[in-house]
């Protein structure tokens, strides 16, 4: 395994829900520490790494985030089985029989299965329905209330999936937890990288948010802090390459290029960082696909509107199955988000940015 996969390895595999994202940033800072200047960190933990370029060209923020999807204890039954409440946005289907980890303050973790009543004892018609998350539960084999104390397990406690990171049999094809949104961590981290040797006309501030899955919260306070001129999200969206999927569901596809929103539920991007986008793209022979998430946002959809206003975009890695246990990537797109974001960023003087404002 290189030294790119072993980092996506160690992102995807690390814990980090929404409010407990601390071994996550201990990763960005152990990656980004060697390629930047110093580091930017708000009160709720988002963590940004400086690149100057021109100490008096614009301010640049490239910002993933570190939270994933998952869950928090909130109950613990006599019988030793554990209630939890979802952080982030989860499709009750994709739930039942899963796999999780529970998270310690140890920093231990405790496998189980997400379970609820079977099939067998259900009426016919419920047995139709989804099972609600307020009638799960989360078997971890102990017997006892006092023994899941024992074993260090209290209400607040995270809950993760368990999944390992797996290279596919088409190696091109990345199978791990949490590529939303680790995978823009990586793009973040490459960014300071590439920039640290080719640098910029401007100040770039690179890293990630915390909080994004529960509302954005993280880049609110990132925006605060950095008061960037122009935002990049790097982020994950939705492919359209699945069985039943039509183009009007999905534009994208797999190894096809980065996603460039020009749409979303938070953010209508800025025309002109659109045609610069494309163009940039174009120059460099970067595999792009404009597309839109009228059911989804990104932190830009905070970002643009933090101070008097600003331009930012999502630009995104299509991953399969996001907010479930497992998802899928293909790492041309992935490496296209890097080249796009570097590219980009090179591009920001500050006569574009004013054009841009301008627009």
């Not at 290189?2 to 829900?17: C, F, I, P, Q, W």
């Not at 390629?35 to 960190?41: D, G, R």
């Not at 024992?150 to 993760?160: C, K, L, M, N, Q």
């Not at 946002?297 to 331009?311: E, I, K, N």
Request: proline letters at 5%; aromatic letters at 6%.
């Amino acid at each position: 395994m290189n030294e790119s996969l072993h980092m996506l390895k160690r992102l995807t595999d690390a814990t980090g829900v929404p409010g407990n994202e601390g071994e996550v940033r201990s990763l960005m800072r152990e990656y980004l520490e060697p390629h930047v200047e110093a580091f930017e960190q708000d009160g709720l933990g988002s963590l940004f790494g400086r690149v100057t370029g021109k100490a008096d060209g614009p301010r640049v923020m490239i910002a993933g985030h570190m939270d994933e999807v998952g869950f928090m204890v909130t109950r613990i039954e006599e019988g030793g089985f554990l209630r939890f409440q979802a952080l982030g946005g989860w499709w009750n289907q994709v739930l039942l029989a899963q796999r999780m980890d529970v998270v310690t303050r140890s920093g231990e973790k405790i496998p189980g299965v997400i379970g609820a009543k079977p099939p067998h004892v259900l009426p016919l018609e419920a047995r139709k329905k989804p099972v609600e998350i307020k009638d799960m539960f989360l078997d971890i084999g102990a017997t006892s209330k006092d023994q899941v104390a024992e074993w260090g397990i209290r209400p607040g406690d995270t809950v993760v999936p368990h999944c390992e990171f797996t290279i596919m049999k088409n190696e091109d094809f990345l199978m791990a937890k949490a590529w939303d949104n680790r995978i823009g961590c990586a793009i973040a981290i490459e960014a300071a990288k590439r920039l640290k040797d080719d640098a910029a006309p401007g100040v770039v501030f690179t890293g990630a948010t915390v909080q994004e899955e529960v509302g954005l919260r993280g880049a609110v306070t990132a925006a605060n802090l950095i008061k960037p001129d122009v935002a990049i999200a790097v982020d994950t969206g939705i492919p359209g390459d699945t069985p039943g999927m039509t183009p009007a569901e999905g534009l994208s596809k797999l190894g096809e290029g980065v996603q460039v929103i020009f749409f979303d539920a938070t953010t209508i991007t800025n025309p002109r960082l659109i045609d610069l986008i494309v163009e940039v793209a174009k120059e460099n022979d970067i595999k792009y696909q404009l597309d839109l998430t009228p059911g989804g946002g990104t932190d830009a959809g905070r970002f643009h509107l933090s101070g008097v206003g600003m331009p930012a975009v999502a630009l995104t890695v299509p991953v399969r199955y996001l907010h479930t246990n497992v998802s899928i990537i293909h790492k041309a797109d992935y490496e296209a988000a890097v080249d796009l974001v570097v590219a980009l960023t090179k591009r920001l003087d500050h006569e574009t940015v004013q054009w841009l404002k301008e627009g």
